[in-house]
T-cell receptor, first 118, second 112 residues
Framework: GAVVSQHPSWVICKSGTSVKIECRSLDFQATTMFWYRQFPKQSLMLMAT?????????EQGVEKDKFLINHASLTLSTLTVTSAHPEDSSFYICSALSRGPRGYNEQFFGPGTRLTVL | GQSLEQPSEVTAVEGAIVQINCTYQTSGFYGLSWYQQHDGGAPTFLSYNALDGLEETGRFSSFLSRSDSYGYLLLQELQMKDSASYFCAVRDPGEGFQKLVFGTGTRLLVSP
């Protein structure tokens, strides 16, 4: 149980274009999902918290107009990188919050999406 | 804010024991978690300490000392497949302690 998928697993795009990344909870409903960005050999940095039916909460320094998050259903959150530039090239990982086997809420992570902007 | 420091890299040989340390500074504390991440993969949960002491899960154990703001992950009987990055993480008070703040990460290299 508690499986999270992401699509696509990798994407290459031209500078200036927009890219949409999907995060789905496959066997559970998640009112809260999180989006992280990870540069090579660095840690995961939280970008935003996505809540179903409401606006996302962005971390300090993350441009909300550039990284559009939509959490339209209990199983799907999307991250759209608008007008992507080479510096946006990174590994984007989502997670979904659910009650885990240990009895408390845990984050279950998707496999990540590798974005390369040329 | 929250900050967690880890050694950047640790090397060891198969069969050995290795300890990965984590020191943290937090404005509120709700337990210390450990995650493993292979290159290009998703972080996977390893262990969680809410209280002081040692938690054992198979070959992996995790220790917490809240008074010292310190924890460690102990990996025993190392295998080649344990080569990965390891992150400690704490829950941020924001969003009802549901947000995770990750440490700087430790890359473990296991050699034959």
């Amino acid at each position: 149980g508690a499986v999270v998928s992401q699509h696509p697993s990798w994407v290459i795009c031209k500078s200036g274009t927009s890219v949409k990344i999907e995060c789905r909870s496959l066997d559970f409903q998640a009112t809260t999902m999180f989006w992280y960005r990870q540069f090579p050999k660095q840690s995961l940095m939280l970008m935003a918290t996505s809540n179903e039916g409401s606006k996302a909460t962005y971390e300090q320094g993350v441009e909300k107009d550039k990284f559009l998050i939509n959490h339209a259903s209990l199983t799907l959150s999307t991250l759209t990188v608008t007008s992507a530039h080479p510096e946006d090239s990174s590994f984007y990982i989502c997670s979904a919050l659910s009650r885990g086997p240990r009895g408390y809420n845990e984050q279950f992570f998707g496999p990540g999406t590798r974005l390369t902007v040329l | 804010g929250q900050s967690l420091e880890q050694p950047s890299e640790v090397t060891a040989v198969e069969g050995a024991i290795v300890q990965i340390n984590c020191t943290y500074q937090t404005s509120g504390f709700y337990g210390l978690s450990w995650y493993q991440q292979h290159d290009g993969g998703a972080p996977t949960f390893l262990s969680y300490n809410a209280l002081d002491g040692l938690e054992e899960t198979g070959r992996f154990s995790s220790f917490l000392s809240r008074s010292d703001s310190y924890g460690y992950l102990l990996l025993q009987e190392l295998q080649m497949k344990d080569s990965a990055s390891y992150f400690c993480a704490v829950r941020d008070p924001g969003e009802g302690f549901q947000k995770l703040v990750f440490g700087t990460g430790t890359r473990l290299l296991v050699s034959p």
